[in-house]
């Protein structure tokens, strides 16, 4: 309970995500008309385009909690489904590892992906990826099929809810992949093959089937199972969005993940038990997914998580059950357990302040309040980053020049407008052609250095963080 208490104390964070506003003003629109969008609406630029709102359901839920509630219960929702995700992981440890073994490393797994948490579908799709993997484990030790029966019916609400429900389905591939390379190894041994032998992959071959047809049941039929394969193969998303990128170890905060990978292989190397195929499969996957992209290395922790904890135990006995039943410990046990709840008591009495605080510091705010004030005539050209943020608070009034939803764009707009944005070779020439009369971006981007120079365009509002220019 300490442990979970902590990491929900620890998501307990401001709000700082700028795809957040987008997903609420899609919320906002979803329920005042009850259609689901599938064309943009936002952009100038795209307006009328194909968009698969894949997170339609998600962001029905975000904007009827926030309207209803406000933000603070939001991010109290989001800690506790990480928290969710979390505790899935430590349940599928085995009882050698827990509570001390698995507890360790189930929080450095936490610490590790700590800085994609937030209020942000992805955080759902990884709760269910943790049920999904602690399903699977429980079919794995005693080859029952009421572990496999909920994965369908889980399935159509996770299709709705975000577009990595094709996690799910892929992980399944796993577990059948591990099976049949199970069954080879041992017919190479010369063991003997049994009807009885197969019949775990014939359940989990039917239970993917049956994922992918529930799959099916959105308002985007089938064009929803192509969806995350072309998000994953955009060049935009690879090249230009950074969370997509995959970890610098220069930067700290990605050295617990570098930690559990070299444990990962250290204790592989060392453990004294022999790991399946089905583990190590998993294990290999996660980690070329976390490698290939910072977005991934939650998912790498909680599917690796308990299986490090399982290689260590086979290394390292941890006995602490007299200790623990001691009068000391359960007085220091209730302490903690009473420090956790005041501990969250007092984040959260913080935390509107906080996201007050974040709001101002890290999204244009007081540029947003002068244009509705003023309501300057014009086409705005807009920082990407503000995108999400000027759609929840301008829209319809100033539709945005781009935003997060890079599906939309596509690699060749972000190109242009990064050149733009950059104050490349040409970059006058390209602003003028965009039709843009309105440019709001950061006060110490390139651009707006640029712009401050020119005859052409005027400010007409700067504060410590935007600037604002008239044409």
């Known amino acids: 309970m300490i442990l979970f ?18 997903h609420l003003q899609t919320g906002k629109q979803i329920i005042e008309t009850g259609t689901i969008p599938h064309a943009d609406l936002y ?22 909690i926030y309207e ?12 506790a489904v990480i928290t969710a995700a979390f505790y899935f992981a430590f349940l599928r440890a085995g009882e050698a590892s827990r509570p001390y073994i698995a507890g360790f490393v189930v929080f450095i797994g936490a610490v590790a992906s700590a800085p994609l948490w937030g209020i942000r579908p992805q955080m759902i799709s990884l709760l269910l990826t943790s049920i999904f993997l602690f399903l699977l484990d429980n079919y794995e030790k005693d080859r029952k099929v009421k572990w496999l029966i909920a994965m369908p019916l889980i399935m159509v609400l996770w299709v709705n809810l975000h577009g990595g429900f094709i996690i799910g389905i892929g992980i399944i591939g796993i577990y059948l992949a591990g099976n049949l390379l199970t069954l ?5 041994k010369g063991e003997v093959k049994r009807k009885e032998s197969w019949s775990p992959s014939f359940s989990l071959f039917g239970t993917v089937i049956l994922c992918t047809l529930a799959a099916l049941i959105n308002p985007n039929s089938y064009k929803i199972l192509i969806y995350p394969f072309q998000t994953i193969s955009d060049p935009a998303m690879q090249e230009l969005i950074v969370e997509w990128f995959s970890p610098d170890f220069h930067n700290l905060i990605w050295l617990p993940f570098g930690l559990l990978v070299l444990s990962l292989i250290g204790f592989g190397s060392a453990g004294k038990k022999s790991v399946s195929l089905t583990r190590i499969l998993l294990v290999v996957v996660a980690t070329f997914a976390a490698f290939r992209s910072v ?17 260590i135990a086979t290394s390292i006995k941890v006995n602490a059950g007299k200790e623990a039943g001691k009068p000391l410990f359960r007085w220091l046990n209730t302490v903690l357990i009473l420090a956790v709840f005041v501990g969250a008591g007092v984040v959260l009495s913080r935390l509107p302040q906080e996201q007050s605080k974040k709001e101002f510091e890290t999204f244009p705010a007081g540029a947003v309040t002068w244009l509705l004030e003023n309501r300057p005539a014009g086409r705005l050209f807009n920082s990407y980053t503000w995108g999400g943020y000027l759609i929840w608070k301008l829209y319809p009034d100033y539709p945005v020049y781009i935003d997060g939803r890079a599906d939309v764009y596509g690699a060749e707009f972000f190109s242009h407008f990064a050149s733009i944005y950059s104050a490349e070779d040409g970059w006058e020439q390209a602003l003028d052609a965009t039709g843009a009369d309105l440019v709001l971006v950061e006060d110490d981007c390139r651009l707006a250095r640029e712009l401050t120079q020119s005859s052409q365009w005027q400010v007409v509002y700067q504060d410590d963080l935007s600037i604002i220019f008239r044409k």
């Open 5 to 22: 208490g902590g990491i929900f104390i620890a998501a307990l964070r401001p709000a700082g995500d700028p795809d957040l506003w987008w």
């Open 184 to 188: 080879l190894a041992g017919t190479k």
């Open 43 to 64: 952009s100038s630029t795209m307006i009328g385009k194909e968009w698969i709102a894949h997170e339609w359901l998600t962001e029905s839920i975000l904007y009827l």
């Open 295 to 311: 977005r991934h290395i939650p998912l790498f922790a909680i599917a690796s998580a308990p299986i490090l904890a399982d290689l």
């Open 68 to 79: 209803k509630l406000g933000m603070i219960p939001l991010i109290s929702l989001f800690s």
